[in-house]
């Protein structure tokens, strides 16, 4: 099966700083999708991006699928937005599979 | 209201108990997943379903079961069988089996005790 491979395991940032999160994959994957979770264990949606860029707020996401990786960008980072990180893919027929995340903590 | 419902959210197992932890969905979706996570750990893929009454292994399946007999249920058991069940179960879905965007319930947290 794939393998995904997520960079920086931990990440401390001062509130306003900018950050980029990296997703490495070690085969082509349909479908990838980056989450946050909560401090409450829920996953939460971000994108749904298998290719090309998207921005929703200070959140973006850019996947260059024939390169296999994904970038997620936080900008203006605030407290709220401390947690961890996930990016996921998967194959034609199968499940998804995560990284191991991303442990983002932002301090005031 | 739509979604993925998981319960209960904390449960506790004596040692050498079965347990079952429930999952229903209202999305209409047929594929059905169980994920584990263990602290400061990714999710781990316990067993999926892409549709009723077929059901497939994942990585970890050893000392657990499942069943599909409704489209909107995917109930996983934790056997007795597994030998360090303490962690955090999530359960997912997607319209299809590998395609489009998934969605999570809110989890359930087993702790042997």
């Known amino acids: 099966g794939i393998q995904v491979e997520q960079s920086p395991p931990d990440l401390i940032l001062q509130e306003g700083a900018n950050s980029t999160l990296r997703c490495n994959f070690s085969?082509?994957?349909?479908?990838l999708q980056w989450f946050h979770q909560n401090p409450w264990g829920q996953l939460i949606n971000l994108f749904y991006?298998?290719?090309g860029t998207k921005q929703n707020g200070r959140l973006s996401a850019t996947t260059v699928a024939t390169e296999r990786y994904s970038l997620l960008y936080i900008s203006s980072s605030q407290t709220t937005d401390s947690g961890v990180y996930f990016c996921?893919?998967?194959?034609?027929?199968?499940?998804?599979?995560f990284g191991k995340g991303t442990t983002l903590s932002v301090s005031s | 209201d739509g979604g993925i419902t998981q319960s209960p959210k904390y449960l506790f197992r004596k040692e050498g108990q079965n347990v079952t932890l429930s999952c229903e969905q209202n999305?209409?979706?047929?594929?059905m997943y169980w994920y584990r996570q263990d602290p400061g750990q990714g999710l781990r893929l316990i067993y999926y379903?892409?549709?009723?009454?077929?059901?497939q292994k994942g990585d970890i399946a050893e000392g657990y079961s499942v069943s599909r007999e409704k489209k909107e249920s995917f109930p996983l058991t934790v056997t007795s069988a597994q030998k360090n069940p303490t962690a955090f179960y999530l359960c997912a879905t997607t319209p299809l089996l590998g395609y489009t965007e998934a969605f999570f319930g809110q989890g359930t947290r087993l702790t042997v005790v």
């Open positions: 379903s892409q549709i009723v009454n077929d059901f």
């Open positions: 991006i298998p290719s």
């Open positions: 996921a893919g998967d194959q034609a027929g199968t499940a998804l599979i």
């Open positions: 085969d082509s994957v349909n479908n």
């Open positions: 999305l209409n979706h047929d594929a």
